[in-house]
T-cell receptor, first 118, second 111 residues
Framework: EAGVAQSPRYKIIEKRQSVAFWCNPI?????LYWYQQILGQGPKLLIQ????????DSQLPKDRFSAERLKGVDSTLKIQPAKLEDSAVYLC????????????????FGPGTRLLVL | SQQGEEDPQALSIQEGENATMNCSYK?????LQWYRQNSGRGLVHLIL?????REKHSGRLRVTLDTSKKSSSLLITASRAADTASYFC???????????FGGGTRVLVKP
């Protein structure tokens, strides 16, 4: 089974520019997550989708970050305008569905997009 | 804020030795998971333990959970150079799947 795909793998931009990341989850996975991982720290959840609906975006800086999952499959995460502190790895993950049992709590991560804001 | 805190932050051992790392958390949980992250790569799920379980094994991995102390430990036995990675614990408050990660333990296994 193909894993979670993300692109681009690396991105360098200047502050105040815009950037977008793309994620294709594992086929059939209803739940999709975007995490931000700052160097030396653990991942922090930005947003969680169940199909094409938002389940949790409480830690998403909505003044500059936006995300969508229009058809319940692929997702894009956008930053506009970027700040220096947005330099991080952005990880996408998916899981079969919300709820317990049958390994549905396991999240499968993509390789991440490493963003450097200068 | 991060729910879990790993200890130690870094660990260096010789190949063949055991590696133990601990995770403490603050609020009640439904389950606790451990993930591994190799340098520059995504996270890989290792093992999940539910709040009503005390110990689980998977290959060379052994995880314990003490809900009274709000802590968990991950033991890697007979470590290999390929075990060099960062290890993260993550907690879920409910079966709804939102995970809160700790800061990780960086493990170096020297050949």
């Amino acid at each position: 089974e193909a894993g979670v795909a993300q692109s681009p793998r690396y991105k360098i931009i200047e502050k105040r520019q815009s950037v977008a990341f793309w994620c294709n989850p594992i086929s059939g996975h209803a739940t999709l997550y975007w995490y931000q991982q700052i160097l030396g720290q653990g991942p922090k959840l930005l947003i969680q989708f169940q199909n094409n609906g938002v389940v949790d975006d409480s830690q998403l800086p909505k003044d500059r970050f936006s995300a969508e999952r229009l058809k319940g499959v692929d997702s894009t995460l956008k930053i506009q305008p970027a700040k220096l502190e947005d330099s991080a790895v952005y990880l996408c993950a998916s899981s079969p569905s919300r709820g317990a049992g049958g390994g549905r709590e396991t999240q499968y991560f993509g390789p991440g997009t490493r963003l450097l804001v200068l | 804020s991060q729910q879990g805190e790993e200890d130690p932050q870094a660990l260096s051992i010789q190949e063949g030795e055991n590696a133990t790392m601990n995770c403490s958390y603050k609020t009640s949980i439904n389950n606790l998971q451990w993930y591994r992250q190799n340098s520059g790569r995504g996270l890989v799920h290792l093992i999940l333990i539910r709040s009503n379980e005390r110990e689980k094994h998977s290959g060379r991995l052994r995880v314990t959970l003490d809900t009274s102390k709000k802590s968990s430990s991950l033991l890697i036995t007979a470590s290999r150079a390929a075990d060099t990675a960062s290890y993260f614990c993550a907690t879920a408050k409910a079966a709804g799947n939102k995970l809160t990660f700790g800061g990780g333990t960086r493990v170096l296994v020297k050949p």
